[in-house]
């Protein structure tokens, strides 16, 4: 039985982006929550980016405001590799039933993490694709975003571009330099179009990965932080090496992998993998 309505997978088609509730349960995300509090205990031992990831750069980074007593742990890096509770939700959850109904029958993991935005920190995205990030030889490629807290317009929700992921593969490079950002001018008219996607906590954002996105500051008092996954349909095989590796890159989530490659034409630059524990690093040097 399908997970998504009709409707709800023709929005996705159409806008490049759909919030469904309830795509884990309250014990997965009362699990996932306990094990995200404590690596934001363990991040108020460190004053900068700390533990490690599979090829050697860190997995937990931290705002550049990030202190003892203000902790802002924004990202953590594979977190299927440290937690049972967040393997479970990707192989166990309505999220991933949801992408299958959309690129399935056969999907398979590329790879995870948390974005967390705690009370009154200052990160932000820019806007960018995902799919210039991580290409695939085919773009049926989601990013799912699951709500660990609810997500209004003060902490700091996704802004989406609709219709954006039938535009054009938009450079990530200025001046020379991977900034992981698209161009300004294109930032300005994405702005101008933007839908905010919020929701209690428990949904998911299940975003195309061409789809533009950013996001703001987190203003206020109440956390913000995601369960981020990158499933592909099982015939889309990456082009470039993994900017998040991890050690259940190619799981099978559903259905099976009929060792296929299904390809489509399309032209862009090389991405590159950031030198330190996450994007953020690249995108706040533009
Ligand atoms: O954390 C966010 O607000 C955005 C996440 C995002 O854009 C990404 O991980 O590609």
Redesign the pocket.
Known sequence: MATLTRQQAARFWATGCVVIEDAATSLQLASMRADFEGWIEESRNHSVPFGEQMDGRTRFDVDPDHSAEHPSLRRVASPTELSDAYLDVLQNSRMTDAVADLIGPDIKFHHS?I?S?LPNTA?T?KW?Q?FT?DPHSNDDLI?A?LFLDDVTEEN???KVAPGSHRGPLLSLRHGGAFTGAVAEAHAQGFERDTEMQKGPAGSVCLMHSRVA???SANRSGRA?T?F?CAISAADAVPLSPYAVPSVHAGLVLRGEDRGKIRSIPFEMETPEVPAGAS?FTQQAAM
């Open positions: 993490k974005n935005k990160t995205v960018h995902d990030f990013t975003l700091g929700a996704l996105h950013a996001s913000r995601l981020i994007f």
